[in-house]
């Protein structure tokens, strides 16, 4: 756990990809041109010692993986958000069954959520059963700006949308993780707006939709949108990253969604491997509120706050016991693969990262 003024932090980072972006994996244009896009997003805002070269970013594999998220203790669980762009990549960029394969190896440490695309019809309906009888899937990532064919895009509020979203709620998968923001290449930006999350969540009040990238940037759409539907939350992925690079844009963010949200309400992500978390958690909990944002909005990023949005929060939407993930953690793969025992038993800081 995450060590602050000798205070532990359970940090969950709720957005991981393990991705194929290799040239042998890409089949269309639009899939060079998307890696090309996060790797821009990656090198922009990473501190440049800590930049990856773009091979090593097209495919790191799944021991890269572990050691970046739990080496060093940055985080201690992960949730798979998979993104499969079917039509620029013969395998999928990152699908779910690619993402269990690690998932069923480490289940402790990670949740595996699965994906739907309203435009499948019946099949996808049945895929998305698949999915949760395969796996128990607690959750779905919605990347409505994905190509299929003709179309380049597909709304939440669809109809056909809701037969999906109705589909999750027969089959108890709560969490509705939508994509909304920036835009990037060669997707369209209007397949990525936040507006069509209002009557999605209005219609579906027993469904969490927690919308990656808070909107970003239609902050100010998000946050309308969120302080009227309480089953909406905010994950940081890409406005994570300001911390680093950006601090004011960074207190910014954080003090509107901390003051039309609240604290319980936010959720971390690092969305790796376009940013890591073994610097990322760190640049996000040494962050601070600018005194001018502080006394504006009248809300603090102390330390009870971040303990919820690093871990406790979404902990809370995937009814994970932090307690007893600590005691597991004492004695489990990775613990012991990277000396971590001591750490999970003492609250001892993590070793140094290399």
């Not at 790797?39 to 993986?65: N, S």
């Not at 996000?284 to 303990?307: P, Q, S």
């Amino acid at each position: 756990m995450y060590q602050q003024n000798g205070e532990e932090i359970f940090v969950i980072d709720g957005h991981v990809h393990l991705w194929d972006a290799t040239e042998e994996n890409i089949k269309h244009q639009g899939g060079e041109e998307f890696i090309q896009c996060f790797y821009d997003y990656h090198t922009t805002f990473t501190p440049e010692e800590r930049q990856w070269d773009i091979d090593e970013y097209r495919k790191y594999g799944a021991d890269r993986m572990v050691e970046d998220l739990f080496g060093n203790a940055a985080a201690d669980m992960a949730i798979f958000q998979p993104t499969y762009l079917t039509d620029f990549y013969d395998d999928g960029f990152n699908t779910t069954e690619q993402n269990a394969e690690l998932a069923t190896e480490h289940p402790e440490r990670f949740v595996l959520n699965g994906t739907f695309d309203p435009r499948d019809g019946e099949e996808g309906l049945e895929y998305l059963e698949e999915l949760h009888e395969k796996y128990e899937i607690p959750g779905v990532k919605l990347y409505t700006a994905e190509w299929r064919g003709d179309s380049k895009g597909w709304r939440l509020d669809d109809e056909e949308a809701f037969e999906f979203l109705q589909k999750c709620a027969d089959l108890g998968i709560e969490n509705v993780h939508p994509h909304k923001g920036p835009t990037i290449r060669p997707l369209n930006r209007d397949a990525f707006d936040v507006k069509d999350v209002d009557d999605a969540a209005s219609s579906f009040p027993e469904l969490n939709f927690i919308v990656e990238h808070v909107g970003l940037p239609r902050l100010d759409d998000f946050c309308w949108i969120a302080t009227q539907e309480t089953n909406v939350y905010g994950g940081l992925a890409v406005a994570a990253p300001f911390a680093q690079n950006r601090p004011g844009k960074f207190s910014e963010i954080m003090s509107e969604l901390l003051w039309w949200l609240g604290e319980d309400r936010v959720i971390f992500g690092s969305d790796y491997a376009i940013w890591n978390p073994d610097w990322l958690v760190e640049e996000v909990m040494e962050a601070e509120l600018t005194e001018e944002h502080r006394a504006e909005y009248g809300v603090e990023w102390d330390l009870e706050t971040k303990k919820k949005v690093m871990g406790e929060n979404i902990a809370d939407l995937y009814d994970i016991d932090i307690e007893a993930k600590r005691e597991a953690f004492q004695n489990d793969e990775i613990s012991q693969q990277f000396d971590l025992e001591d750490h999970y038993a003492s609250g001892e800081p993590a070793p140094a990262d290399d």
